[in-house]
């Protein structure tokens, strides 16, 4: 099992540039997450898909930020126009269903700096 | 007030010592518990579910305390392996929602 794939996995932009993640959930899950990591912060969920439909984007920082799930496999977080503030790790992880006993199987992120 | 808190740490043990992280949370409604660990740089992996009657999982166990509001980790006889963060995360059984805290860092030295 190839795990959760995420793209790309380093990413340097200037600000008020888009930014476009994308991630492969593991196949069979139908539950995806995007997570946001930094220092201070820590681990933020940003929004998850229950069988592509969107859930829960209470975490989605503000307009810049928009999650689109078009089919099963695939899944991107664009950010338009990107700021410094937004450089962070990002994770997608997908678990087995939207119970909350499920595991949830993260991918390796994208580390994103916005200069 | 943030809804897991834990104590960042850092933990700095010999090898072969027993450490315990403790993770307080603040909605009494949660009802699942899970301690997932991250090695540097690299994404959180589940290390265990923490569940009401405890649970270990060899020189791992878990503890929650539901009237106080916390669940514990206790690493027997720690290996320079076992240096890594240690996140707590909470789950209300209203919807999807998890709750990580911050983490605890721990380093195991020869």
């Known amino acids: 099992d190839a795990g959760v794939i995420q793209s790309p996995r380093h990413e340097v932009t200037e600000m008020g540039q888009e930014v476009t993640l994308r991630c492969k959930p593991i196949?069979?899950?139908?539950?995806l997450f995007w997570y946001r990591q930094t220092m201070m912060r820590g681990l933020e969920l940003l929004i998850y898909?229950?069988?592509?439909?969107?859930?829960?984007d209470s975490g989605m920082p503000e307009d810049r930020f928009s999650a689109k799930m078009p089919n099963a496999s695939f899944s991107t977080l664009k950010i338009q126009p990107s700021e410094p503030r937004d450089s962070a790790v990002y994770f997608c992880?997908?678990?087995?269903?939207?119970?909350?006993?499920?595991?949830?199987?993260f991918g390796p992120g994208t580390r994103l700096t916005v200069l | 007030r943030k809804e897991v808190e834990q104590d960042p740490g850092p933990f700095n043990v010999p090898e072969g010592a027993t450490v315990a992280f403790n993770c307080t949370y603040s909605?009494?409604?949660?009802?699942?518990f899970f301690w997932y660990r991250q090695d540097c740089r690299k994404e959180p992996k589940l290390l265990m579910s923490v569940y009401s009657s405890g649970n270990e999982d060899g020189r791992f166990t878990a503890q929650l305390n539901r009237a106080s509001q916390y669940i514990s980790l206790l690493i027997r006889d720690s290996k320079l392996s076992d240096s890594a963060t240690y996140l707590c995360?909470?789950?209300?059984?209203?919807?999807?929602?998890?709750?990580f805290g911050t983490g605890t860092s721990l380093t195991v030295i020869p």
């Open positions: 196949s069979g899950h139908n539950s």
């Open positions: 995360v909470v789950n209300l059984n209203t919807g999807n929602q998890f709750y």
């Open positions: 992880a997908s678990s087995g269903s939207w119970r909350v006993t499920d595991t949830q199987y």
């Open positions: 898909f229950n069988n592509n439909v969107p859930i829960d």
């Open positions: 909605n009494s409604a949660s009802q699942s």
